[in-house]
């Protein structure tokens, strides 16, 4: 049985309305945030889902989150703060009522998107891959499956089916809003990337595909160098390695160093100037060269 990642708005209301083509021979549940951040437009939002769950005799579960309230008690961002709370509250359901997994409406554009925000943020060759259609995380101390079916299919061939077959959903005024990064690709960026190439978003969506091969590749090499901080970087072994910078980063990308730290670091492993007792710093870690190796101890 599949629960449904259900907003209200166009991506979710097709997934909900194609989820016996979707997830043909499975049985599904609905499930419903109301994250009380539009005032009367998500409640609005949450009366819509409940009756056209109720026209269907599809079973709903709905709940209300104090989201400004939870992003500012974690000092997180109120996307990041929707996310854990959602997911959370998944993998709870998940696990009371035996779901298999959730479904949620990310499509071909969104997944465009995703791409794009980790090219500006610099996440490394992992962040190239852009979402995953079938992967598994960790959300309120709980493992939970997450499903994507629509990453393939563009937004654009979403609103034409949704229009040619009548279906009704709800439209979030913040979208149209251009004080996210994600609304600005979104609004500004990708309508000129579509003068260029109408077909970008398959385009990256191929090269996606292309990416994570690669990426795989570049894990299997990882592992198979055997690094750790625990037991500490022979850094002779390490440097002799052709591809040594990405060995580092990947080693100590868990520490959380900034660009401009790990870029120091670099530099003076390639002086040779490599200097017993030097410390770089993150937020979290501080790594240290000690007699050739380098170790990481988080910080108390």
């Avoid at 989820?19 to 599904?28: M, Q, R, T």
Wanted: glycine share 6%.
């Amino acid at each position: 049985m599949i629960l449904l990642a259900v907003s209200g708005g166009i991506d979710s209301m097709y997934l909900a309305n194609k989820a016996g083509e979707l997830f043909p021979g499975n049985s599904f549940a609905v499930a419903h945030c109301n994250f009380t951040l539009r005032g009367a437009e998500s409640d609005a939002d949450e009366v819509f889902v409940k009756e056209w769950c109720s026209a269907r005799n599809i079973q709903l579960h709905c709940i209300r989150f104090d989201t400004r309230k939870y992003s500012s008690a974690n000092g997180i961002s109120l996307e990041m703060a929707a996310r854990e709370l959602r997911y959370a509250w998944f993998a709870k359901l998940c696990n009371e009522y035996s779901y298999d997994a959730v479904a949620v409406a990310h499509n071909a554009n969104d997944n465009a998107e995703t791409l794009m925000l980790n090219l500006l943020r610099g996440t490394g060759s992992r962040g190239l891959r852009g979402m995953s259609a079938d992967s598994t995380v960790k959300a309120g101390g709980q493992k939970l499956r997450i499903i994507r079916p629509m990453l393939d299919i563009p937004r654009k061939e979403i609103e034409c089916w949704m229009r040619e077959n009548c279906c009704n959903w709800r439209e979030d005024s913040t979208n149209s809003e251009n004080d996210a990064r994600r609304n600005i690709l979104r609004n500004k960026v990708f309508p000129v990337f579509s003068e260029i190439n109408p077909s970008f978003v398959r385009t990256l969506g191929r090269d996606m595909q292309h990416f994570a091969q690669t990426d795989d590749i570049a894990e299997d090499y990882y592992l198979g160098f055997g690094l750790s901080l625990e037991e500490g970087v022979d850094l002779k072994r390490l440097l002799a390695d052709k591809h040594w910078e990405y060995l580092l980063f990947r080693v100590l990308e868990p520490c959380g160093l900034s660009k401009e730290t790990f870029g120091k670091l670099v530099e003076l492993l390639k002086s040779g100037r490599t200097i017993s007792g030097k410390i770089f710093e993150s937020p979290t870690h501080l790594i240290q060269i000690k007699k050739r190796t380098l170790t990481a101890a988080k910080r108390h």
